[in-house]
């Protein structure tokens, strides 16, 4: 019998992994290397590296602000109970907010780290608002697309290393998570999601639109960069709205009151 390599072993592993990823949850959310577990076990580790390091992203202290993280754990757990959320029970879904008001834009790791610029906060008008946008980060931590897009980036080869202990391979992937640019396939589905989750709830469905009508409004040169590879904001508008009639979503509720009293306990 020929000797099996370690290299075939851990092939092996990694395809029979996958197979037995096939079940309700991972249907139409394409072809990933990675499994769950890793998901939440590269989001840990890029959490760790973002909350050690202030300087890059200074973090709002969740006890000095404590009123302001209850408001956005109570949007979050609105969104995971609309019962949309297949990962719900799996992931994290921990909240952290970015202390940077000249930065419009919100990110997610695989496994449902989540983190919130001021920025952004402070650009939107309403709790239906970031509901969307939140909804919209929640859906590409449950379609896996960070780790989708990776399997993409970096080839199995680099996930056979990560798997056999290689610091520099692991190091390598947290920084791509970090800096992670999504296709515009993966926004759209993201945008579709977040009508999804907001459709059973209360809120204005298509809240995530309120977004990019003001991107919208700003014209070409006040539209942040990262957006540039994204769908066309009027496209994306057209589309949280039309998803939201077609589904038949009843929620009118923005609740905007509330939400600016909660910008109010924010730094200035």
Known sequence: MKKVTLSYLLISIVFLGACGMINEKNKGKGVNLFTVQ??????????????????????????????????VYKVRDKILNSGNVDFKDEFNWRLRIIHDDSTLNAFCTPGGYIY??????????????F????????????????????????????????LAGDAAALKQVTAGLIGLK?????????????????CPTDYNAAGGAGFFEKIQAMGGSGV?????????????????????????????????????????????
């Not at 919130?116 to 608002?129: A, N, R």
């Open 116 to 129: 919130i610029y001021t920025g952004i906060l402070k650009f939107l008008e309403s709790e239906d608002e």
């Open 131 to 162: 509901a969307g946008v939140l909804g919209h980060e929640i859906g590409h931590a449950d379609m896996r697309h960070s780790t989708r897009q990776m399997t993409t980036m970096f080839g199995l080869q680099m996930l056979l290393d990560v």
């Open 38 to 71: 890793q998901d939440k076990e590269l989001g840990a580790q890029v959490a760790t590296e973002i909350d050690g390091n202030p300087a890059e992203f200074p973090l709002l202290d969740s006890n000095q602000y404590r009123e302001v993280y209850a408001y």
């Open 182 to 198: 999504f296709s515009r396939k993966h926004e759209t589905e993201a945008d579709a999601k977040s009508v999804e989750y907001l």
């Open 224 to 268: 942040p960069e990262f957006l540039s590879t994204h769908p066309d904001p009027g496209n994306r508008i057209d589309h949280f709205h039309n998803a939201a009639i077609t589904s038949g979503c009843q929620g009118k509720n923005d609740y905007k009151t509330e939400y600016q009293k909660m910008l109010s306990k924010l730094p200035r």
